[in-house]
């Protein structure tokens, strides 16, 4: 029965080519469920379970600092392209108004793999709008994930 065979595996691609092209979508991969399972030990005690951010996140805290950002439709995560996304979980950041000069958000280039940092960052694409993720995707192409993202 190899015709069978053909037709099923075929029937799979495109059921796999339109899961992901449908709605810019990066797919339901199994990374995602990786990076799910990173965001809520690593990230979601300051981004929020859900991406919802610090309250108050728009307003600097008593210390001149920013507070951690929602990753959601709300906040601008899905303004930056991979490859400043990359940089910002590996090398960490802070606003450059904030009265410290701490990294409020810490590095994680020695915590987490670059695969877990990639997964991450895939994960938080899917609580953005499909109009949010078209526009990251355009960004992207002038700044993609960096080779050793993988
Ligand atoms: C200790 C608290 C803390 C943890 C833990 C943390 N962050 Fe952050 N993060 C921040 C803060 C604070 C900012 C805002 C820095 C600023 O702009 O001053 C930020 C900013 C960011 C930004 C930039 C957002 C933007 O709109 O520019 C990204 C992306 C990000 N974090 C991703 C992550 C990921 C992914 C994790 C988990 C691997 C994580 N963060 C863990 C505090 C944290």
Redesign the pocket.
Known sequence: MPRVGIFVCMGWLVLAVTAQGAEGTPGQAPHIETGRR??ET??????GAQGEG?PNWQQPDVHG???????DTE???W??ADGM?YR??RDG???P??KTER????A?GQ??SPA??RA??DY?KTLWSPEQRRFQIEESRKAPFPREAG
């Open positions: 990173v965001y690593h990230c979601a005690s300051c981004h610090a600092e920013l507070p951690a950002p929602p990753h906040g601008h995560t303004k930056h996304l910002i979980v950041w802070r606003d108004f904030n990294l409020t958000m810490p994680f915590i987490l877990e940092i991450v960052i938080l």
